[in-house]
């Protein structure tokens, strides 16, 4: 039996008067990769948001590895093992690339694993390594989003959390960042993508669920969902 490391039951959250979630029910076992796909609007960001500890929940529970995390803050949740790449990567941007992956370590005193995690960061990002002394925010939006997934990969996570990794990034980028996602999942590392490119999203999970206002309205593995006719008109264009 499949160990479930993230359950989320009947969560709620509101803001200015708007319920934007509107008791939503997801789990994420060990190793599968999970994609959370809807119009936007739907509801996905703020249910990552609720997840990560950076928004707070009117109702519902959220459990992590059997335990709830209800009311914890991001800095403990990425200590525990839960990390986030949020939507419009956040990178430091007057820190050159070496050093936005050293702080994604900040929770770590292992010098030694720390510099071999650096090193596997460039073999897995090889643009990252050409660019290693360069200030991240004269990089493009594609590289950013790289170097937003290398830095939270160095916190060891045990899930990873990837809010629109996608978003206004060019068709080449968009290939890189989903071939990477497929490979770091194939790795073993459990995953939980909220994306509004939908099939590129279905095509990589294992399972995925859909969004629609605030509700999740299907679920089922990612192949399936990819095929239903109801999600192809709603979210495929055809």
Avoid: C
């Amino acid at each position: 039996m499949a160990n479930t490391l993230l359950k989320v039951s009947d969560l709620r959250v509101s803001y200015g008067g708007i319920k934007a979630v509107k008791g939503v029910s997801l789990e994420v076992q060990e190793g599968e990769l999970i994609s959370l796909i809807g119009s936007n609007g739907a509801g996905k960001t703020t249910t990552m948001k609720a997840i990560t500890g950076s928004l707070g929940i009117e109702a519902g529970d959220i459990e992590y590895m059997g335990r709830s995390i209800r009311g914890q803050g991001a800095w403990d949740l990425v200590k525990q093992g839960l990390a986030m790449v949020p939507e419009g990567r956040g990178v430091f941007t007057r820190m050159t690339i070496t050093e936005n992956l050293q702080m994604g370590a900040y929770t770590r005193t292992d010098k030694a694993g720390i510099d071999e995690d650096i090193e596997r960061m460039f073999t897995i990002f090889p643009r990252l390594r050409e660019r290693k002394d360069q200030l991240a925010g004269t990089m493009s939006g594609g590289e950013q989003q790289m170097l937003a997934m290398g830095r939270a990969l160095m916190s060891r996570p045990k899930v990873l959390l990837l809010d629109e990794p996608s978003m206004g990034l060019s068709p080449i980028m968009v290939d890189k960042i989903f071939e990477v996602v497929r490979d770091v999942s194939a790795q073993g590392m459990t995953i939980l993508l909220v994306e509004q490119n939908a099939q590129r999203a279905l095509q990589i999970a294992n399972r995925g669920y859909v969004m629609d206002s605030g509700e999740i309205t299907m679920t089922g593995p990612g192949q399936e969902l990819l095929v239903d006719p109801r999600v192809r008109e709603a979210y495929l264009g055809h």
